[in-house]
């Protein structure tokens, strides 16, 4: 059964950290500190935090770490993420973890039985194999018992939320996620919730219940479940224990992540369960989508464009063919104003030809009666002279 204190490791929690420990390591008995590295980055912690998270929970200063050490660790990011500083040494209640048992259900699920080990002694000059030295802590831990239990108020039926509050909570949501991408990182949540004045382990509750799918980031159903705790915490209601089946459903799940999963005896091994993924997996399905949607757009896109081209190039086509529709109309207009001028020329040239044969032909007359006068003047001269000439022969 899970525990309100951020320093216990419940059942589920340590179960669901054996099955990703399993998984990461192939079935060893240790994760090498490659492997480590890379499940801890994903945190997004500073290197320094993740320093000191790796000296704090390798106990044995073995350079890796078995399923109890990597539960450890997971427990140290978890509440690093929701604002906890890091203890200088380990709880001692961060020691007493389940042991693995299998007998009881044949799956492998871890049960606590109650052991606990000695902290061993700090080794200062330790470091993450991946980063600098570790750094103390920048605050003193937090003291275990805040003035209100975390689990102190009336008990509440039902958290379902009230369609007002979540409109409210999505508002704010959307004014937090700038860039729109679906979900708050666990530095930005953090801040945001912050901001409601509630004690550091209420808050490091909070986000263990909100954040259901443990992807250390607040979804906008996530991020809903967690203001509704904080308003219903303030409002003297107590923190459940575990998150709320009602709560856990908007999320897509029908029991609490913080629930122990129910057992089928006639199930295949947990490692094998398709269901079961990593951060790592999670994150390569979430890209995997991604690019798919990014893909489908970027078809859209391209169909779009190649019909907004196929289109201009249409009308390009039949502006082309307009034009020369215009340009052979105008030629043959052109031509047909041409044979007219043309068949205009001669017919004046033909009119030019006749109008000066006829006046040829009136000079020609004029000459013929000139000529004509002029031989009968000349006859008359001559008659003339030769009456002359005989009158004077005569006398």
Not at 5 to 33: C, H, K
Not at 74 to 91: D, K, T, W
Request: with cysteine.
């Amino acid at each position: 059964m899970a525990s309100g204190n951020p320093w216990e490791i419940g059942e589920a929690e340590y179960a669901n950290n054996s099955r990703i420990f399993q998984v990461l390591t192939s079935g060893s008995r240790l994760m090498d500190s490659n492997t480590a590295r890379n499940a801890l980055l994903k945190s997004n912690l500073p290197p320094a935090v993740l320093a000191q998270i790796w000296v704090l929970s390798d106990l044995d200063k073995d350079g890796s770490l078995d399923v109890r050490e990597y539960s450890i660790a997971m427990r140290l990011a978890l509440n690093c993420i929701a604002g906890i500083p890091l203890p200088p040494q380990l709880p001692p209640s961060l020691l007493v973890v389940p042991s693995p048992m299998s007998s009881a259900n044949g799956m492998g699920f871890p049960q606590n039985n109650g052991l606990t080990q000695q902290t061993p002694p700090m080794m200062g000059s330790y470091s993450l194999p991946m980063s600098a030295p570790p750094q103390p802590p920048m605050a003193p831990q937090m003291s275990q018992t805040p003035e209100r239990g975390i689990f102190d108020g009336r008990q509440c039926e039902n958290w379902t939320i009230p369609h007002s509050n979540k409109l409210k909570y999505c508002q704010n949501f959307n004014q937090l996620d700038k860039q729109r991408l679906g979900w708050l990182s666990s530095q930005a949540a953090r801040s945001a919730l912050g901001l409601t004045g509630l004690s550091t382990p209420a808050l490091a509750h909070i986000w263990f219940l909100s954040d259901v799918n443990r992807d250390g980031k607040l979804s906008v159903d996530e991020y809903c479940i967690a203001m509704q705790m904080i308003d219903m915490f303030k409002a003297g209601n107590a923190l459940p224990k575990t998150t709320p089946p009602e709560l856990a459903q908007m999320c897509g799940v029908s029991r609490s992540a913080n629930n122990t999963p129910e057992i089928d005896p006639n199930a295949p091994p947990a490692q094998k369960s398709p269901a079961l993924k990593t951060f790592e997996d999670k994150r390569m399905d979430n890209f995997a989508k991604g690019q798919a949607e990014l893909e489908r757009r970027r078809q859209i896109l391209m169909e779009e464009e190649n019909r907004r081209r196929a289109e201009i190039e249409k009308r390009e086509r039949e502006e082309e063919a307009r034009r020369e529709r215009e340009r052979l109309e105008k030629e043959r207009q052109w031509e047909l104003q041409r044979q007219e001028e043309l068949e205009r020329l001669r017919v004046l040239e033909k009119a030019r030809e006749e109008e000066e044969r006829k006046r040829q032909a009136e000079r020609e007359k004029m000459r013929e009666e000139e000529e004509e006068q002029r031989k009968v003047a000349m006859e008359k001269q001559k008659l003339k002279q030769l009456q002359e000439w005989s009158a004077v022969t005569s006398e």
